[in-house]
């Protein structure tokens, strides 16, 4: 029995070369496992394997334990900022070039073949052995990958899908050669008629190069194409991973010095021009522009930033030139987790793929019995030799578990390098099978729904006030305050009139607003914000209009804060935590989904029902006044009743609740703790994210079992017609060709997926 790690174990990840089919993983797979402290699971898409070792395993122990088995491996570099292409490498990366070689050298040897067996009326004297001229290279060189392989098992005592190709072409072309030499196909004027089910009219003079060589020719064509398209498959992380820059513009005493992004250290200044990407993550320390961070969290618009304001890493600056003091570099970038998340998740396997793992792993040792019990029933029945070995040579070849292998790790490749595009972490197979069950969706109010910071949303006048010249007053006292929610009255009203006044004489009074002098026109004007109370204590009570209008938005669990100046109340202005533009629109498509949306937040019942009313929420999927250690029991309550919750948050105060839920899906823009609960990472702050992550998730799940489902019915089917004769060798080799190259296909609709709503 193998014997688990117990004491603290550590991850280590691997480049396997060498895999030719998903039996080579269950190899890889099984004999690491086989090692003391050691829990692995290898991916043959990815061609990586993810290893859970404890202490006193080395690195070097995994690869030599790798390098017994019949393959390679190594262990890959750290994803960090910009130096890209060994992180995303695979153990082969030119694994295409060679197989196209092969396959345009056979393909130009193995058609003439072809023609010459299919074609009687092509077949002039001594054809059969101008075809053993073309089918030789063929069958040695082109199909050398097939037959090293085969060896390189037997050495280890394995089979794999490689052992049943070379047997297949072997035994073809070895029949073939003892028919021209021993038999009589040798004989100049023979014809043999092509057929596609074998007969019981065969003879010594029947040859059979044209399967040899096809098989060949069609196995090597479907590799290559499933080799491009695996690449292709995870050309959306290779993307992801090719965004950071090479080097940055340090600022140091004054002047720009060009160094590598290597050498960038947390808190260094660096510049930025417009145009440029942004180095790494950082904080912007002098200058405004609009920055582009489509390629990383799929937001189509810019976004303005001003100094203060924290920025992303490869995202691009379209405006004025900045300068950013840096905050994480390296492997701590937030394009760098991204990225070692996805990859985390491509390497990983849903229940699914490893009951496929499991079926291929004995697959070909069945195949092969099979084979033999096809050619000795055929010969006990009385059929001729050449029937038999036809039947035999047929099931060998047609029985390809690759598809098997390959139907889980592709869709699940292309579908997380999309999320990826879309500003969507998956961070695990096993999410997919959540998205699958999940039917209610609670929502985090604040910095989920509502944009978690205060805003001015209305101004209230008095008869007779002027909204500038409100705002104007109002704005340059509670400029100098640091309350948040003087800080939304400012930030409102110097974008509405411009530069404020310095107050004089400020003064803060506590729990009631504050007080001072501005003077606008040469005219100083005694301005007063803050509560009601605050006014009708000097005395400038609200007019009964004011006031009714005011308790109206308070209702509504708004915040009200009134003005005056010069001995009169003029207006109230209305603060707000604002619901997001897109809030709505999500939660009617999480309806569409057939998801029942419910609303979880700390403020009071009035507030939470406003916010549910202005985002189509029911009254009863309100959870109001909850506590932040209450969250997680609200979810319990729901999962009690049946449901089967997601939970969308980005605080600390979500974490335990993201944890607890079926389904955790973290808004990018909250807090580290609440993204290291979740299961799914929203990059943007926009809740339609949330909608494209389970469509995708869905979407990458029905892939699957419809890959499944193609590969067990194309093995389910093939074997029984080729053991009974009905199939030709070389139309099976294309058929299984065809099976592998399908699913990869199928998988690749995947990056065609596009959200719902455009960001």
Not at 220 to 234: M, V
């Amino acid at each position: 029995m193998t014997t688990r790690p117990t004491t603290e174990s550590r991850t280590v990840e691997l480049l396997i070369g060498g895999m030719t089919c998903a039996s080579c993983a269950a190899r890889v797979e099984q004999k690491l496992n086989r090692m003391d402290g050691v829990t692995a699971t290898v991916n043959y898409a990815t061609e990586r394997a993810n290893v859970s070792v404890a202490d006193g395993v080395t690195v070097e122990d995994l690869v030599s334990t790798v390098q017994t088995t019949g393959y390679t491996a190594r262990a890959p570099q750290p994803i960090a900022g910009g130096d890209t292409a060994e992180a995303e490498a695979g153990a082969e990366p030119d694994a295409v070039g060679p197989l196209r070689r092969r396959v345009l050298v056979s393909l130009v040897f193995a058609v003439p073949v072809i023609a010459l067996a299919m074609v009687p009326a092509l077949q002039f004297p001594y054809w059969q052995w101008v075809s053993l001229a073309l089918a030789t290279p063929v069958v040695t060189w082109g199909g050398w990958p097939f037959h090293k392989a085969a060896i390189t098992n037997l050495r280890h005592g394995a089979a794999t899908m490689d052992t049943l190709i070379s047997l297949g072409v072997v035994a073809a072309f070895g029949w073939s050669l003892y028919a021209l030499f021993l038999g009589d196909a040798g004989t100049p004027g023979m014809r043999m008629p092509f057929r596609l089910i074998p007969t019981r009219a065969g003879g010594s003079d029947e040859i059979y190069l044209e399967v040899a060589s096809g098989v060949t020719l069609f196995l090597l064509a479907g590799r290559y194409a499933e080799a491009r398209a695996k690449r292709q498959s995870g050309a959306a992380l290779r993307a992801l991973l090719e965004l950071g820059v090479k080097d940055v513009a340090l600022l140091r005493e004054g002047r720009e010095v060009r160094i590598r992004l290597e050498e960038l250290t947390v808190d260094d200044a660096f510049v930025v021009r417009p145009g440029e990407k942004i180095a790494t993550d950082g904080v912007i320390v002098t200058g405004t522009s609009a920055v582009d961070a489509s390629m990383v969290t799929g937001e189509s618009v810019p976004v303005e930033v001003r100094p203060g304001d924290r920025v992303v890493g490869a995202t691009v600056n379209a405006g004025g030139r900045l300068v950013v003091r840096a905050t994480r570099v390296g492997p701590d970038t937030q394009l760098a987790q991204m990225a070692r998340l996805v990859q985390d998740a491509q390497n990983g396997k849903a229940a699914v793929q490893r009951l496929a793992d499991r079926v291929s792993a004995v697959f070909v040792p069945l195949v092969m019995v099979l084979a033999a019990g096809t050619l000795v029933l055929w010969l006990a029945n009385g059929a001729p030799a050449e029937d038999a070995f036809t039947a035999a040579v047929a099931v060998l070849i047609i029985a390809c578990p690759c598809a098997l292998g390959l139907a889980t790790p592709t869709a699940l490749m292309v579908g997380t390098g999309r999320a990826a595009q879309l500003g969507i972490v998956i961070k695990g197979p096993e999410v997919l099978e959540s998205t699958r069950r999940v039917d209610t969706v609670v929502l985090d109010k604040t910095g989920t729904v509502t944009t978690g910071s205060m805003a001015l949303v209305d101004v209230l006048l008095a008869d007779g006030e002027d909204r500038a010249r409100v705002l104007l007053l109002a704005g340059a006292l509670e400029d100098a305050s640091e309350h948040p929610i003087a800080r939304a009255v400012a930030t409102a009203a110097r974008q509405e009139v411009g530069d404020l006044p310095v107050p004089e004489n400020f003064t803060n009074l506590d729990g009631l607003g504050v007080r001072g002098l501005v003077t606008i026109d040469g005219a100083a004007h005694a301005v007063l914000v803050g509560r009601a109370a605050l006014l009708e204590k000097w005395p400038q009570p609200l007019p009964i209009g004011l006031q009714r209008r005011k308790s109206a938005a308070e209702a509504d669990g708004k915040t009200a804060v009134a003005v005056g100046w010069d001995g009169r109340a003029r207006a109230v202005l209305v603060i707000a935590d604002t619901v997001k533009p897109t809030s709505r629109e999500a939660v009617a498509a999480m309806r569409a989904l057939g998801l029942r949306p419910v609303l979880l937040t700390g403020d009071n019942r009035s507030v939470a029902h406003a916010v549910a009313q202005e985002i189509g929420v029911a009254d009863a999927d309100v959870f109001a006044e909850v506590l932040p250690a209450a969250k997680v029991e609200v979810v319990k309550r729901l999962q009690a009743g049946g449901a089967t919750v997601a939970m969308v948050g980005d605080g600390v105060n979500d974490a335990a609740a993201l944890a607890q839920a079926d389904l955790g899906l973290a808004m990018g823009t909250g807090t580290d703790v609440a993204i290291a609960a979740s299961d799914l990472t929203l990059v943007r702050g926009d809740l339609r994210a949330a909608v494209d992550a389970i469509r995708l998730s869905r979407r990458t799940l029905a892939i699957i079992k419809g890959n499944l489902f193609w590969a067990i019915a194309y093995n389910v089917a093939a074997l029984p017609l080729a053991a009974a004769g009905l199939l030709n060798p070389m139309l099976a080799g294309a058929a299984m060709a065809f099976s592998s190259v399908f699913v990869v296909s199928n998988s690749l609709r995947l990056r065609r997926f596009e959200p719902a709503v455009r960001p």
